[in-house]
């Protein structure tokens, strides 16, 4: 059995967010939320996890708790550019593989890290990878908010998209939960895997219709020919932190497992 490629994770962090000023670095029992998300992406197989920032402040956040953490330029269009620089600036070869953890995942599962990396081996046709889980809400699979997926039978994906696919084609029939079963709802997981070659194109790639009208940068991908592994896990991942009522709760979850521990 060959041994896994070796790869990097990287974390976005930008300090501008609506939603909830100063995101990274809002205190969760005792650190920054960026630097639990590196503290627990280190639980993985990465060989190096590195925070990449616009940020003075979240790079100084980062050196005080011991986080790798490099500064990039403040007017990326998009998180793949800031992603291509970071690689740019860590001298990685086209070969490497890199995996984007989102800067507000504290709770992300380290073993999700290493299955979306591992596609990239299984899959050497894939320029990307990336992660779903089955849904199991009507109001899930109904809320445009929610993304989903449909894959091929090699678990490649077809289509992400805010609609509810796949679709019957008479709508479903009356006495129906209410969601597909052959094949099964999938909500798409927001981290990536990227082999270093194919991030750096990428951010030069046109925009594609279907990226503007879904408002999904994965679709330029797909668009311009690409494909995407996508690894089905049975659980969904920890909560994400968007809003102030996001932070709260996950502020509770750590406080409960110091209090445990």
């Not at 490649?156 to 209410?178: K, M, N, T, V």
Request: charged share 20%; glycine share 6%; proline share 9%.
């Amino acid at each position: 059995m060959s041994m896994a490629s070796p790869f990097t994770v990287l974390i976005p962090a930008r300090l501008s967010s609506t939603r909830l000023p100063d995101k990274p670095l809002a205190d969760i029992a005792g650190m920054p939320m960026v630097v639990r998300v590196a503290q627990r992406a280190r639980q993985s197989a990465a060989t190096r996890v590195v925070v990449a920032t616009d940020s003075t402040s979240i790079l100084a956040a980062c050196g005080q708790h011991g986080v790798e953490a490099l500064l990039t330029r403040h007017d990326h269009p998009s998180g793949s550019d800031r992603l291509a620089e970071a690689c740019e600036l860590l001298g990685l070869t086209d070969e490497d593989q890199v995996v984007n953890v989102q800067g507000d995942e504290p709770l992300i599962d380290p073993r999700l890290v290493d299955a979306v990396a591992g596609l990239l081996d299984l899959h050497p046709d894939a320029a990307m990878s990336t992660a779903a889980h089955p849904i199991r809400e009507v109001s899930e699979f109904r809320n445009p908010n929610v993304v989903k997926v449909v894959t091929d039978s090699r678990g490649l994906a077809l289509y992400f998209s805010r609609a509810p696919i796949p679709w019957w084609r008479d709508g479903s029939a009356p006495g129906e939960a209410g969601l597909p079963v052959h094949p099964q709802a999938l909500r798409h997981v927001g981290i990536y895997g990227y082999r270093v070659g194919f991030l750096r194109e990428f951010p030069r790639l046109p925009p594609a219709p279907i990226e503007s009208c879904e408002s999904l940068e994965q679709l330029r991908a797909l668009w311009h020919g690409h494909r995407i592994a996508v690894h089905i896990t049975t659980d969904p991942p920890g909560l994400g932190v968007d809003t102030p009522d996001d932070l709260m709760r996950v502020r509770a979850l750590f406080e409960q497992d110091r209090a445990s521990g």
